[in-house]
């Protein structure tokens, strides 16, 4: 069976299989429950229920006091629905409502996309998965090495298995680790979340993503969460490269084209790769949707390129207050 919960105060609602727990249920369905471990250890997921019935899921260390039960507190990754179910707990849905972590976690899987970018997982542990927005990103700390940061590729809903991307860089040791010596199992520190290119929740406008390159990381994430939220939401993907096969995810965005009736996406090859200049793209993408105050935009952009596109959205009558920008290190 599957039941509606609604949140307070928010007024949220997602749906929960009958075997789920309320935690993961609400992150699939991309409400930003507060969490931490997931399993039963830390309390960073506790609840109020407000009306409706629980079962146990299962065992859980972090102790509720009986005061506590009986005001109706419960962890959410502990237990599921019996019934609709009417529940307080607080979201984190701006980048300053979410603690500053350090965890240390592990290098998962290494595949190779193209001859020139890898995706990689770095894999925390059960007992302290990561919390974060969509289109955040963290600092990896490796031994002996400078941390470098990344953007996250992956989506909330999984905060113990986190993809990035990262394309081969001549002269860059972080890069001549990862392609040439990284293995699977080392050791990493993952600090953070960082950045505060995150979704506006509140809005329900249409949504034009933009991304450069490998800049795809962030946006793949934003997308992932805006897809769990509200499938039926009309979306513009914007995939732009001035460099051969820039691009390595395309399969990825035709795989949501094809499963979602409003998601559309552009594979733009920009001088001197193809024949597309940057400002003819963006007076296109200011054509194709006007009125441009009807959009919310999200730019992962190089600091080059981050004026221009601002200036020709804006001057076209985009409202600034709905362009949000990533800036690209290295692009």
């Not at 009417?86 to 595949?111: C, F, L, N």
């Not at 490998?214 to 939220?229: E, M, R, T, W, Y």
């Not at 597309?276 to 999200?298: C, G, K």
Request: proline residues 6%; contains cysteine; aromatic residues 8%.
């Amino acid at each position: 069976m599957t039941f509606k919960i609604e949140v307070r105060p928010s007024g949220h609602q997602f749906p929960s299989e009958e075997q789920s727990s309320v935690l993961h249920a609400g992150l699939n369905a991309g409400v930003n429950l507060d969490h931490n471990c997931a399993n039963g250890s830390c309390g960073e997921c506790r609840a109020r229920l407000v009306s409706g019935e629980l079962a146990q899921l299962r065992h859980h260390d972090f102790r509720i006091s009986e005061a506590e039960r009986e005001q109706g507190h419960f962890l959410m990754c502990c237990q599921r629905a019996l019934s609709d179910l009417v529940i307080e707990t607080h979201e984190s849905d701006r980048a300053e409502d979410i603690p500053e972590q350090h965890i240390a976690a592990k290098i998962g899987r290494i595949e190779s996309l193209q001859a020139d970018v890898i995706q990689f997982s770095v894999r925390t542990p059960r007992s302290k998965g990561l919390h974060f927005l969509a289109g955040q990103g963290v600092s990896l700390h490796f031994d002996g090495m400078r941390p470098k940061h990344l953007p996250i590729a992956s989506c909330p809903c999984d905060p113990i298995n986190l993809r990035f991307h990262l394309r081969r860089r001549e002269d860059d040791p972080f890069s001549e680790l990862l392609f040439e010596r990284l293995k699977k199992g080392r050791e990493v520190v993952v600090s953070g979340p960082l950045g505060d290119f995150t979704l506006d929740e509140a809005s329900e406008r249409p949504i034009v993503f933009v991304a450069w390159e490998s800049g795809f990381a962030p946006v793949a994430s934003l997308i992932d969460h805006v897809i769990q939220k509200n499938p039926d939401l009309q979306i513009h993907l914007y995939w732009l490269s001035a460099i051969p096969q820039g691009h390595y995810l395309s399969n990825y965005c035709r795989a949501w084209r094809d499963a979602l009736d409003d998601f559309h996406y552009h594979s733009i090859d920009l001088q001197p790769a193809g024949g597309d200049t940057f400002e003819s793209v963006f007076r296109h993408i200011a054509e194709q949707h006007v009125p441009l105050n009807d959009w919310d935009m999200y730019l992962a952009l190089p600091a080059a390129e981050q004026y221009r596109a601002c200036s020709l959205l804006c001057d076209a009558g985009l409202p600034p207050e709905q362009l949000n920008l990533a800036l690209l290190q290295h692009e």
